[in-house]
Antibody, heavy 122, light 111 residues
Framework: EVQLLESGGGVVQPGGSLRLSCAASGFTFSTYAMTWVRQTPGKGLEWVSSIGGGGGVTYYADSVKGRFTISRDNSKNTLYLQMNSLRAEDTAVYYC???????????????WGQGTLVTVSS | QSVLTQPPSVSGAPGQRVTISCTGYSSNIGAGYDVHWYQQLPGTAPKLLIYDNSNRPSGVPDRFSGSKSGSSASLAITGLQAEDEADYHCQSYDSSLSGWVFGAGTKLTVL
């Protein structure tokens, strides 16, 4: 059974940093791309960042480029999101999701974690 | 503002059929990129409902179906049940943004 368990969320002041983790199990982690998606309370989903199975290819939404860094440790089956220079508009529930698809542009997200809440506030 | 446009809400009585539209542009759905749908029950994480426009993952009832034409896609739900009350999100890829995009979500109310 595929399981994704996020951790690391919390309250941080504007300009601060936070690192999210996503522990994966139930599938061959290194074989699949992984993604972070966020959701502002009561609003829609927003793609944040993705990383290829080997970790060598990364993608970022313009809204987080230069501030967030996605990475993975395939030996620990864990996905990370380092978030720096946090802003109030980064406040959201952050989900990690397993990617699937025949091509990169065709990726969809077949399993999701339960999410971790990040609140940026002074 | 989301790149993909969905109606904020739809509703229907038990047993009825409803459709949810997802309208994009020439840089995403209109460019031929596939559309995927997710169901998000209240207080839970999204769950994959339809992938590659019209395919259902194992375990998803055949009451749910998807289609795509031109720059738009649709999710149809037949035989509405109370348990279908949820938010539904469409997703695709956008070549102008070089990233994956979602609709704002549609809240389905079962009357």
């Amino acid at each position: 059974e595929v399981q994704l368990l996020e951790s690391g969320g919390g309250v941080v002041q504007p300009g601060g940093s936070l690192r999210l983790s996503c522990a994966a199990s139930g599938f061959t982690f290194s074989t699949y791309a992984m993604t972070w998606v966020r959701q502002t309370p009561g609003k829609g989903l927003e793609w944040v960042s993705s990383i290829g199975g080997g970790g060598g290819v990364t993608y970022y939404a313009d809204s987080v480029k230069g501030r967030f860094t996605i990475s993975r440790d395939n030996s620990k089956n864990t996905l990370y999101l380092q978030m720096n220079s946090l802003r109030a508009e980064d406040t959201a529930v952050y989900y990690c999701a397993k990617g699937k698809g025949m091509t990169t542009s065709g990726w969809f997200f077949d399993y999701w974690g339960q999410g971790t809440l990040v609140t940026v506030s002074s | 503002q989301s790149v993909l446009t969905q109606p904020p809400s739809v509703s229907g009585a038990p047993g009825q059929r409803v459709t949810i539209s997802c309208t994009g542009y020439s840089s995403n759905i209109g460019a031929g990129y596939d559309v995927h749908w997710y169901q998000q029950l209240p207080g839970t994480a999204p769950k994959l409902l339809i992938y590659d426009n019209s395919n259902r993952p194992s375990g998803v009832p055949d009451r749910f179906s998807g289609s795509k034409s031109g720059s738009s896609a649709s999710l149809a739900i037949t035989g509405l049940q109370a348990e279908d009350e949820a938010d539904y999100h469409c997703q695709s890829y956008d070549s102008s943004l070089s990233g994956w995009v979602f609709g704002a979500g549609t809240k389905l109310t079962v009357l």
